[in-house]
């Protein structure tokens, strides 16, 4: 865990508020209201709501989720805080989503959704190092957290995720992952890996990479999407197209194979192939 560390009086002004925040009185919901908007000029405001989230078991769920809500509302601010307040913040969401508690981990998976949009991947790398380690976890509910954050993350932001980091492309070993849980077991899962590999189906006309495993992948991808979910390939189908049937020609054997698995799926669907 990072450096920074809660004043005592600014950590009990925030608690105290978060708790006077449940009551539903008019006049005690304007002041607080005013309150909140007040905390977020003060540098240290998120990692405050972000140390009552992961650090403050003895509150109750509620309170600590209430921070987690308020930190999604200003994930913003992550962008203008000092340095050690912006790495606490990162490390303390992460160790949020690992927590006993579902209601918990389900708040930090927002906070990550909307810290990661204004940070970007190539900026906090080991976010999605963790969330892609979690999908090989043996508990069915963190996978599932897991995958909630890529899924809504893949959806809101996935040009984002289309960045080198330290030498390499996040999309080169997710997209692998994506496919191989698409065998999954569970249908949650297999629906959240095909999900996943919708929402990257106009950046895969960019898929020229000089490495044939990472061809071969964007094939099978399209390939599962046409067989799985068509509806998401048809507003992409003349990119896809024309990049299926110059992967026909690859010199690579396997990319073409896998390229031609995608017309012959494609003739054996009537309603496409009419």
Same mark, same amino acid.
């Given at each position: ?15 105290? @508020? /978060?708790h006077?925040? =449940? +009551?539903?009185n008019?006049?005690?919901?304007? !002041?607080?209201? &005013? ?7 003060a ?7 972000a ?8 509150e109750e769920?509620?309170i ?5 809500y ?17 790495q606490?913040?990162?490390?303390? @969401? /992460?160790q949020?989503? =690992? +927590? ?6 389900? !708040?930090?998976? &927002?906070?990550i ?14 976010c ?19 995958f ?11 040009r ?11 999309l080169d ?6 496919l ?10 297999r ?29 099978q ?7 799985a ?7 992409e ?13 690859d010199?690579?054997e ?21």
């Amino acid at each position: 865990m990072a450096t920074w560390a809660p004043q005592p009086q600014g950590l009990q002004e925030v608690l105290q @508020t /978060l708790h006077e925040s =449940t +009551d539903m009185n008019v006049a005690v919901q304007r !002041a607080i209201t &005013q309150k909140l908007n007040n905390f977020t000029r003060a540098p240290e405001y998120i990692a405050y709501l972000a140390y009552i989230l992961t650090a403050m078991p003895q509150e109750e769920d509620r309170i600590r989720t209430i921070a987690g809500y308020l930190l999604k509302n200003n994930a913003r601010l992550i962008l203008t805080s000092a340095p050690e307040v912006a790495q606490y913040v990162k490390a303390a @969401t /992460l160790q949020a989503f =690992t +927590d006993e508690s579902l209601m918990i981990r389900n !708040a930090a998976g &927002q906070d990550i959704v909307a810290l990661l949009n204004h940070l970007e991947p190539r900026n906090w790398p080991e976010c999605l190092q963790q969330l892609m380690s979690t999908l090989d976890s043996p508990d069915l509910d963190r996978q599932e957290a897991a995958f909630n954050v890529l899924e809504k993350a893949c959806e809101d932001y996935p040009r984002k995720m289309d960045v080198e980091i330290n030498g390499s492309r996040p999309l080169d070993f997710m997209i692998p992952k994506f496919l191989m849980l698409a065998d999954h077991p569970s249908a949650k899962m297999r629906s959240h890996a095909i999900a996943c590999l919708s929402y990257f189906v106009p950046l895969f006309k960019l898929a020229s990479d000089d490495e044939p495993s990472v061809r071969r992948h964007v094939c099978q991808a399209l390939v599962l999407l046409l067989a799985a979910r068509p509806e998401k390939l048809m507003p992409e189908m003349n990119n896809v197209a024309e990049y299926m049937l110059y992967s026909t020609k690859d010199k690579n054997e396997n990319v073409a194979l896998e390229a031609y698995e995608f017309w012959l799926t494609f003739a054996e669907d009537a309603d496409l192939a009419g």
